[in-house]
Structure formats: structure tokens, C-alpha cells
């Protein structure tokens, strides 16, 4: 098993430009999950989803989207990247039950220039 | 509001010394807790979690976490820290969603 993937692991953007990242698990889960990593600020969570089809909002969703069209895979989309949006992006995913381990991917580096 | 604190932002130990990384939380009722450590460059792997009963948990690499519900602690602590301990740990709870403290960057020297 892979467990959690992300794609790309690097990416540096223009403002104003836009892109997806992917996060694939191979384990699963019902419930995925997007934070960001900023120094000092821990991580915080975009955006997260519940099951196929569905996305809820997490605790800074503002700037991105999110589509889970297909059980193993969260997109995150930026329509229009700032600078503020760059940061280390981390992908999650769990079980459903609280009890559940949450595992994480290896992360992306967005850069926006 | 509820939240995770981590109060101390970095931290320094000798190798061979004793080391405990505090977290409070600010619920309402008891969450599962949860520690994290992170190495440079790295995701997140879980040392260990707490979801009820015996308040000591032990998890991986040596460490374990006390819960203290009269002080909304969740600490961690390990008897003899070693080199490769030096990381960064974040304390985490779980309500409705996962909710991470800022950090405790762990610094060891020799």
C-alpha cells in the first residue's frame, strides 16, 4: 500500500494563476481531509470530505475548492493563486468512526510569487 | 473558542535528558488527543493517541502522554531524549474535525 499520496511536491505559481493538487489514498477511507502548514501557525484545516461526493468547509476555505468525485481521490483546486497562499499543503485521510488513525501524506511546497 | 495551545515554541535538551512538551485544549466536553511529530522535510507521524480510559497512553519511539482532565493537559513526555528525537511535535484534538496546536520544535544537543 502506498497510503497517502500527494501530487506535485513542488510547485511554484504565478498570482493569479491557477492549479489543482492531488491527494490518492489507497486505504479506503471515508473521510479526507486539506490542511495548510505556515510556520508558527501549526496546521489548519481548508477543507475536508465525509465520503464520495461530498466536501465541507474547515477553518480557512477561503481561496480554494475542493471535489471528491471518486472515493480515493481529494482535489484542491486555487482558481486564482496568492501570495498568501503559499505554504505547505498536507492531505489527510481516516476511516470513519472517531476513533480512527488520521494519516498523512508527505505534502506540497506551493510557492506564489 | 476552542483550541489547541502549545505554549512552548521551541525547546532545547541535552541528549540523555528528560523532556515533556505541553498541550492544553479549551473544549467543552473531553476530545480525543492526540500527538504528532514532524521531521524536516516531512509529513506528519502519529506517536500517540488518547480516546479513554487509563489516563498514561504509551506510544511509539519511547514516549508517552499523561491526560489530565482537571487541567485540560494532554502532555508529553519521554524519560531520555536522543538525537534523533529532534523534530517538531504538535498536539491535536479531535471533535468534529481535527484541530493541530502551532508546535514545539524540538532542538537536542549532544
Known amino acids: 500500500n502506498a497510503g497517502v499520496t500527494q501530487t506535485p511536491k513542488f510547485r511554484v505559481l504565478k498570482t493569479g494563476q491557477s492549479m489543482t493538487l492531488l491527494c490518492a489514498q489507497d486505504?479506503?477511507?471515508?473521510?479526507m481531509y486539506w490542511y495548510r502548514q505556515d510556520p508558527g501557525m501549526g496546521l489548519r484545516l481548508i477543507h475536508y470530505?465525509?465520503?464520495?461526493?461530498?466536501?465541507a468547509k474547515g477553518e480557512v476555505p477561503d481561496g480554494y475548492n475542493v471535489s471528491r468525485l471518486k472515493k480515493q481521490n481529494f482535489l484542491l483546486g486555487l482558481e486564482s493563486a496568492a501570495p498568501s497562499q503559499t505554504s505547505v499543503y498536507f492531505c489527510?485521510?481516516?476511516?470513519?468512526?472517531?476513533?480512527?488513525?488520521?494519516?498523512f501524506g508527505p505534502g506540497t511546497r506551493l510557492l506564489v510569487l | 473558542a476552542q483550541s489547541v495551545t502549545q505554549p512552548d515554541i521551541h525547546i532545547t535538551v541535552s541528549e540523555g535528558a528528560s523532556l515533556e512538551l505541553r498541550c492544553n485544549y479549551s473544549y467543552g466536553a473531553t476530545p480525543y488527543l492526540f500527538w504528532y511529530v514532524q521531521s524536516p522535510g516531512q509529513g506528519l507521524q502519529l506517536l500517540l493517541k488518547y480516546f479513554s480510559g487509563d489516563t498514561l497512553v504509551q506510544g511509539i519511539k519511547g514516549f508517552e502522554a499523561e491526560f489530565k482532565r482537571s487541567q485540560s493537559s494532554f502532555n508529553l513526555r519521554k524519560p531520555s531524549v536522543h538525537w534523533s528525537d529532534a523534530a517538531e511535535y504538535f498536539c491535536a484534538v479531535l471533535k468534529n474535525d481535527m484541530r493541530f496546536g502551532a508546535g514545539t520544535r524540538l532542538t537536542v544537543k549532544p
Open positions: 486505504m479506503n477511507h471515508e473521510y
Open positions: 470530505s465525509v465520503g464520495e461526493g461530498t466536501t
Open positions: 489527510a485521510s481516516r476511516r470513519r468512526g472517531p476513533q480512527e488513525t488520521q494519516y
